[in-house]
């Protein structure tokens, strides 16, 4: 399937989108109008742009269906300032209550259930429940359309940030472990961030990885291994030197039973190697594929 934008309308086209452009972090936002009513809302179109300055940028977009602007984004051109906070699994139905459109001046906080609690540098107040706040200065809105579905870019600097101590490591450090997000997909779809979803992605080396180019043609076209198990083996800076006392019992089988079949013994070492990449034993998975060159 081809899909070509120009042919699909607005709400065809926002949902294809937030469907594919996700998960997405979800900016639940305090704001107050000039006479200090509060506001509750989340969106989903959210992210970090700079860490110096400090910026985030969340977009109250224009409603697809009648082209209606949200309160969220009359208040921050009103009083310019804004609480993000976190949502959670504990938190999320309470979030998805504070999206209701719910008339001019009526406060969120109070249909959702929760707890209004003095920001420290800005004027709108924070969720109590909320494990992580931002207090933000809205430095600029920037329009980008005028249709329904358009977005309005709300730029944030942040001022300030309170973290609950739960969230926290032994040295006082995030800790990505405890800090579980819940994010937005298309339609009624959320997904959570827990321990089971985490994993980790070693960062490429300081010095430059040798690249698939670099990798012996032999392992480059295995039938065995994946992309992602190649860019383990390529992301170190050279091929390894076979190591004279490297020592596996399984890798002596492999050659012992399949010797007079070179093919199905690379194929074989091959696998070992992937289950070995698997588990983050790159050094290891070498020395096997070393076995078989």
């Not at 899909?3 to 709400?11: G, I, K, V, W």
């Not at 979803?197 to 291994?225: C, D, H, T």
Request: charged letters at 25%; one cysteine or more.
């Amino acid at each position: 399937m081809i899909l070509e934008l120009a042919s699909l309308s607005a709400a065809e086209t926002q949902n294809w989108l937030q469907h594919i452009v996700a998960p997405r972090p979800i900016a639940l936002a305090s704001t107050i109008d000039a006479e200090g009513n509060v506001n509750l809302s989340p969106f989903s179109f959210f992210n970090l742009f700079s860490s110096n300055p400090p910026i985030v940028i969340f977009s109250p977009a224009r409603r697809v269906r009648d082209n209606t602007t949200k309160h969220t984004l009359e208040n921050v051109a009103a009083v310019p300032e804004v609480v993000i906070h976190l949502v959670t699994k504990e938190i999320v139905q309470q979030q998805s209550l504070a999206s209701c459109e719910y008339e001019k001046g009526v406060n969120e906080f109070i249909k959702a259930g929760f707890t209004e609690e003095k920001a420290t540098r800005v004027r709108p107040p924070m969720i109590r429940e909320a494990l992580v706040k931002m207090e933000c200065q809205v430095i600029e809105i920037k329009p980008l359309g005028t249709e329904g579905g358009a977005g309005n870019l709300v730029i944030c600097e942040v001022l300030c940030i309170h973290v609950d101590d739960t969230l926290l490591d032994e040295r006082g450090k995030p800790d990505q472990r405890k800090i579980l997000p819940v994010a937005r997909m298309g339609g009624h779809w959320y997904t959570e961030v827990n321990a089971q979803s985490l994993f980790e992605v070693e960062k490429p080396n300081s010095q430059l990885g040798m690249g698939f180019e670099a990798l012996p043609a032999s392992i480059r076209k295995s039938p065995v291994l994946t992309g992602n198990q190649l860019a383990r083996l390529a992301n170190c800076t050279k091929i390894p030197d076979i190591d004279p006392v490297f020592d596996d019992a399984h890798v002596r089988q492999i050659i012992q039973y399949y010797s007079i079949n070179p093919e199905e013994m690379e194929r074989e070492l091959h696998k070992h190697a992937a289950s070995l990449l698997n588990e983050d034993r790159v050094e290891h998975a070498w020395q096997v594929l070393l076995a078989g060159a």
